[in-house]
T-cell receptor
Framework: EAGVTQFPSHSVIEKGQTVTLRCDPI?????LYWYRRVMGKEIKFLLH????????ESGMPNNRFLAERTGGTYSTLKVQPAELEDSGVYFC???????????FGEGSRLTVL | GQNIDQPTEMTATEGAIVQINCTYQ??????LFWYQQHAGEAPTFLSY????GLEEKGRFSSFLSRSKGYSYLLLKELQMKDSASYLC????????????FGAGTRLFVKA
């Protein structure tokens, strides 16, 4: 069974550009989460989808970040326009139930120059 | 709000036992997880505690005291491959069961 996959693994863009990160959760997992790890700091919660609905988006830093999960399968996280402080590793995780363990993807490393 | 504290780094010797402590504060506690993360890889699940006491799984054990807001991860018979970051994470049911992570403890296992 395939795990959580994320694309791209690494993206380098200039300040002001747009980047879209994609996450494919484990098949059948209704719960999908986005997290971000900035260098040296903890993995911070961004938002939680249950199927296609946003259950909790309290961790989204500002309106430059837009997450979608149309059809309740894969999810995208778009950063527009990107700023220097957006650099970090963006992790996606999925779980079968909201109370279950998280299965993480390997992350998308974003570098904003 | 939520707050999770764990040591930044620890060093231990191959074959020894190491205990990684974690203290937390959260308003809607709904379970505590430990994850392992090797450099450049995805965090992977190690253990889960929701009731007080010790959960044992092979060389790894995790303990929880809800009244003290305290957990530890115990690693026995350390191997070189155990060198990794260990993330303490608390599930908070406020707003819908999100999992909040500590900054992680980097464990170095030396020969």
């Amino acid at each position: 069974e395939a795990g959580v996959t994320q694309f791209p693994s690494h993206s380098v863009i200039e300040k002001g550009q747009t980047v879209t990160l994609r996450c494919d959760p484990i098949s059948g997992h209704d719960n999908l989460y986005w997290y971000r790890r900035v260098m040296g700091k903890e993995i911070k919660f961004l938002l939680h989808f249950v199927k296609e609905s946003k259950q909790d988006e309290s961790g989204m830093p500002n309106n430059r970040f837009l997450a979608e999960r149309t059809g309740g399968t894969y999810s995208t996280l778009k950063v527009q326009p990107a700023e220097l402080e957006d650099s970090g590793v963006y992790f996606c995780a999925s779980s079968q139930t909201a109370s279950g363990e998280l299965f993480f993807g390997e992350g998308s490393r974003l570098t904003v120059l | 709000g939520q707050n999770i504290d764990q040591p930044t780094e620890m060093t231990a010797t191959e074959g020894a036992i190491v205990q990684i402590n974690c203290t937390y504060q959260t308003s809607g506690f709904n379970g505590l997880f430990w994850y392992q993360q090797h450099a450049g890889e995805a965090p992977t699940f190690l253990s889960y505690n929701v009731l007080d006491g010790l959960e044992e799984k092979g060389r790894f054990s995790s303990f929880l005291s809800r009244s003290k807001g305290y957990s530890y991860l115990l690693l026995k018979e350390l191997q070189m491959k155990d060198s990794a970051s260990y993330l303490c994470a608390v599930r908070d049911r406020t707003g819908g069961f999100k999992t909040i992570f500590g900054a992680g403890t980097r464990l170095f296992v030396k020969a």
